[in-house]
């Protein structure tokens, strides 16, 4: 059951788990649209083994660290990002829960992955290298992340971190995994901790 005061709070008022998997859902109906305009095939580097979601489940613990690290800073940018948490996304969770934070997790880890690291970040290299492919992606990451100057960089370093991982695998699966199990843990930890 959700906390009493995502209850309290008015459904007409903010976005539900509906728009937001319609929004992830769409990232990952564009991803696979630019791979048919553009000749990619990302999917092709999704190999699923049980040694890749082990790595998965490791590489996420420095991102968690980075976050439980930043949620003991007294900055004001900081406590911005909370607030937005609080009072734009939970409410998406009131009626579903910690099965809602994971529905959406799972389709914002496999569609934003898909289109910023398997289509933009693999589709950039033939042209800019791998690096500059990957700087590139980061940034647009970011970017479609710019809810705040502050977390538009934390985005671009999470970008740069997930488009290392599959640079270094050649299997977009793990970003994905590492993606999709950030999410569910960061907005978990908001979902049970945050009044």
């Known amino acids: 059951m959700p906390p009493a005061s995502l209850q309290d709070t008015d459904p007409s008022h903010g976005p539900t788990l509906k728009h937001g998997v319609a929004v992830e ?11 048919l305009l553009f000749g990619l095939t ?42 937005i948490t609080r009072r734009l996304l939970l409410p998406m969770f009131r009626t579903t829960g910690v099965w809602g934070i994971a529905l959406l997790s799972l389709i914002a880890g ?5 289109l910023f690291r398997g289509v933009l970040q693999l589709g950039l290299a033939s042209g800019l290298g791998d690096a500059g492919a990957l700087v590139v992606a980061s940034v647009l990451f970011g970017l479609a992340h710019f809810i705040t100057p502050a977390y538009f960089l934390l985005a671009t370093v999470m970008g740069g971190y997930l488009g ?17 199990l950030y999410d569910f843990l960061a907005l978990g930890y908001y979902y049970v901790r945050e009044p």
């Open 110 to 114: 496999v569609g934003e992955e898909l």
């Open 25 to 35: 859902g769409g990232l990952l109906l564009l991803a696979l649209a630019l791979s």
């Open 42 to 83: 990302p999917w092709q580097d999704v190999t699923w083994n049980w040694r890749v979601l082990g790595q998965g489940v490791l590489a996420t613990v420095p991102m968690v660290v980075l976050f439980v690290g930043l949620l003991h800073l007294p900055y004001r940018w900081l406590q911005e990002l909370t607030d």
């Open 164 to 180: 290392g991982l599959y640079y270094w695998t050649g299997n977009l699966l793990l970003p994905m995994v590492v993606h999709a």
